[in-house]
């Protein structure tokens, strides 16, 4: 027979065990509203949840070096989970997405020519030294010759949701932003998009990596497992990223 002690300690610990765990997702900005759809997916399925935690790879990464309580990574650069996998900081890397760039200019503004005809007016970015997408800008405006006197004046956010917040507030006309910008039905109704072609920047390989700290986690390893899947995949691919091997 259990002791009263004990046998009120399991009615204490049972609905705790049974609502499962939590992994906190450190997740880049570009990647938010679609993350949010498979942590959705993932809850529905199983019994662990997801928190997420969004800003630019950058700054993610400088906040992991420096023991923020994150279980997964999932940047929007290879080179950073790389280098955590080499630190001894996360294990398990593998690219999640593919992303793409696209020119959205404000309905009535879109430039003749497109991108390289662009001479005027001020185009939204993310922070280059920060966000992946913000150096794959970059590039593009170098390789279409888009340098010096002929650059537009260029607007930086921190990270892509800053650059497509200038967007949506009006303050800028034109963005090189990620194709995910699609998933946003008010904006798109505002504007329009012209695809990049990829061959103008280095690919924007994104890639996850499963933290120290969420190698402990339930939740965290099973999401980490979940990215990996058809259906996670389906619906990556649905928001406007490119397919991966």
């Known amino acids: 027979m259990l002791r009263p002690l004990l046998l009120a300690a399991l009615l204490v610990l049972s609905p705790a065990a049974a609502r499962g765990e939590t992994a906190t997702v450190a997740v880049a900005a570009n990647f938010v509203a679609t993350l949010e759809r498979l942590a959705e997916r993932f809850a529905a399925d199983g019994e662990h949840d997801i928190r997420i935690v969004s800003g630019s ?26 280098r955590l996998v080499a630190e001894g900081r996360g294990t398990g890397r593998f690219t999640y997405a593919v992303g793409r760039l696209v020119l959205w200019s404000r309905n009535g503004t879109a430039p003749e020519g497109g991108l390289a005809g662009m001479r005027a007016g001020r185009l939204a970015i993310a922070n280059p030294d920060l966000a992946p997408y913000g150096a794959a800008a970059m590039e593009t405006l170098d390789h279409l010759g888009l340098t010096g006197e002929a650059r537009p004046a260029l607007v930086m956010g921190e990270n892509v949701a800053q650059a497509i917040a200038m967007l949506a507030t009006g303050n800028v006309d034109h963005g090189l932003v990620p194709l995910s910008i699609r998933t946003s039905g008010a904006l798109m109704a505002a504007g329009t998009i012209e695809a990049i072609p990829a061959a103008t920047h280095a690919p924007i390989r994104q890639d996850a990596v499963l933290l120290a700290r969420g190698r402990e986690n339930p939740a965290a390893v099973a999401f980490h497992a979940f990215l990996t899947s058809d259906a996670a995949r389906a619906l990556i691919v649905a928001d406007g990223y490119a397919p991966w091997e």
């Open 57 to 82: 790879t950058g700054k993610l990464y400088t906040q992991i070096v420096h023991g923020a309580p994150f279980d997964l990574f999932l940047a929007a650069d290879a080179a950073r989970p790389e």
